[in-house]
């Protein structure tokens, strides 16, 4: 936005200036009845082309915005000339005449509130029926730069330059930002990263095929739940999980080094460790911690004491805190899904996801409550409306299943495990049906109206930087 004067050379302006310079040269309040003499002087403002007709004490009822201060310092001034937008600041003076600031309908909020920066006009002036949105929308900008904040050194080096550790934390975490050096390198590095991810969580997918245990295939899917129990003899645990898992299976600790080595280097070249922790980085670590003392605690067991069972005859304790560390540590393994949410920065879809169920956790926290109260009122209901049919073989036969049955109900899940079998009870099914449909479906519909609006939002954003970068290629 710039700004250019032009003299006109009216007759008198000694006059007018004077009663301009003693009408605000006082602490006057905003609202203040200048002399008609003074108030009377024509201003024409030219936005882009646009002229617009102001007079001086029009203006000055806010002297402390731009235009006010252009007419305090040159008075004599008839004609001013603004790069701008004509369509907002029609809504600018109208504020100098109305005392009423309301954004224009198709203007970007964030435009607005640039404009109004330059105009030196507080926020604060724009009426409640705009201010809302105007927050929303700023709202909805912290959160999606939350997304887009980096990590960066507080200080540089002598030079100038940033240390060479953020450079390889910018390597490891953020292949498109730009610091980031070698970024096709560091892209391959986090698509393989990416695969690594999945082929890993998938890991436990295999390890759970019965006829993969062993060479001979005799474990069977019904076998299968014996090789979890906490009677299992270090015989049983040697048999079951050492000699009979599979290569897929084994492999899988090497992985787990591999994202233990990783999230350790992210840490030690991190420029910020406060700040690591309040990133998805923090939950990879401590993933990495607790798969490692999983370890610990399972080495010993298969080093020492699986090796010679015959000097220790009383460690069947031991295997079985074993065998369950090694079931916690690939279990937790697959949490190591929440890595890919720090792609979001990349995928916007992603983004839009995760700041849709920010926004949205109240409602979700509400529907959680609304349907435990309605399990707990419905459940007893439920069950002693078919009270006459308990003990005739029906699964429906204490209130804890009908707990159970409400809730299948009330999620429009219907798994049909349980059902009554009385007049009664069908009647206490169908008020179970309706409300299950009224308390599931108020909070969702907001949740989606969430999701509209952040969706509508992203697309601003994505316009609005298209447009900066087209700019950007245009101008010399």
């Known amino acids: 936005m710039a700004v250019g004067i032009a003299s006109p050379g009216v007759a008198g302006v000694n006059t007018v200036e004077a009663l301009v310079k003693e009408a605000v040269s006082h602490d006057l309040p905003k609202k203040r009845i200048l002399p008609q003499s003074a108030t009377a002087k024509k201003i024409i403002i030219n936005i882009s082309g646009h002229n617009f007709v102001s007079t001086v004490g029009t203006l000055l009822k806010y002297p402390e915005s731009r235009l006010g201060k252009l007419v305090q310092k040159e008075p004599s001034r008839a ?10 600041f029609r809504e600018v003076l109208n504020f100098y005449i109305s005392d009423e600031l309301h954004c224009p309908k198709n203007v970007c909020y964030s435009n607005f509130l ?11 002036a724009v009426s409640n029926c705009c201010f809302q949105d105007m927050s929303e929308e700023k709202e909805l900008d912290r959160q999606f730069e939350y997304f887009n904040k980096k990590l960066k050194p507080k200080i540089k ?5 940033y240390p060479k550790s ?3 934390w910018c390597f490891l975490t953020d292949p498109f930002g730009k610091d980031t050096k070698f970024k096709a390198g560091a892209k391959v590095y986090a698509l393989c990263y990416f695969l690594l991810t999945i082929i890993s969580g998938l890991t436990m997918a295999i390890y759970s095929v019965p006829s993969l245990w062993s060479e001979t295939g005799g474990l069977t899917r019904n076998d299968s739940a014996q090789l979890f129990s906490l009677d299992m003899s270090c015989e049983e645990y040697l048999a079951q999980w050492i000699k009979g898992a599979p290569k897929s299976a084994t492999n899988f600790g090497y992985v787990t080094f591999i994202f233990a080595a990783e999230i350790w280097l992210r840490f030690l070249t991190c420029p910020n460790k406060k700040q690591f922790w309040k990133t998805i980085h923090g939950v990879d670590m401590i993933i990495s911690i ?10 010993p067991v298969v080093m020492i004491i699986l090796t010679d069972l015959d000097r220790y005859p009383e460690s069947d304790q031991l295997c079985v805190s074993s065998m369950v560390a090694s079931v916690i540590r690939i279990a937790i393994g697959q949490a190591r899904y929440f890595r890919l949410f720090s792609y979001a920065y990349v995928y916007s879809g992603l983004k839009i996801l995760l700041i849709t169920l920010y926004r949205s956790w109240k409602e979700i926290l509400l529907l959680v409550v609304l349907l435990a109260m309605s399990v707990l009122i419905f459940g007893p209901l439920v069950y ?16 804890p299943s009908a ?27 169908v008020v179970v049906m309706i409300m299950g449909l009224t308390i599931t479906a108020l909070p969702i519909a907001i949740v989606g109206g969430n999701f509209a609006v952040v969706y509508e939002h992203n697309k601003k954003r994505e316009r609005a930087e298209s447009d900066r970068k087209q700019r950007d290629k245009l101008s010399p």
């Open 403 to 429: 707990y159970w049955f409400v809730l299948v109900t009330m999620t429009t899940v219907g798994y049909g495990d349980m059902y009554p079998t009385t007049v009664p009870g069908y009647l206490a099914t």
């Open 79 to 88: 004609n001013y000339f603004f790069e701008s937008d004509a369509e907002i």
């Open 290 to 299: 607790i798969e490692f003392v999983c370890f610990a605690l399972t080495a």
């Open 384 to 399: 002693f409306s078919i009270l006459n049919t308990v003990g005739q073989g029906l699964p429906l036969n204490s209130i």
């Open 166 to 168: 953020y450079y390889v």
């Open 114 to 124: 640039l404009h109004l920066e330059f105009w030196e006009i507080d926020t604060e």
């Open 157 to 161: 080096n002598a030079d100038g330059d």
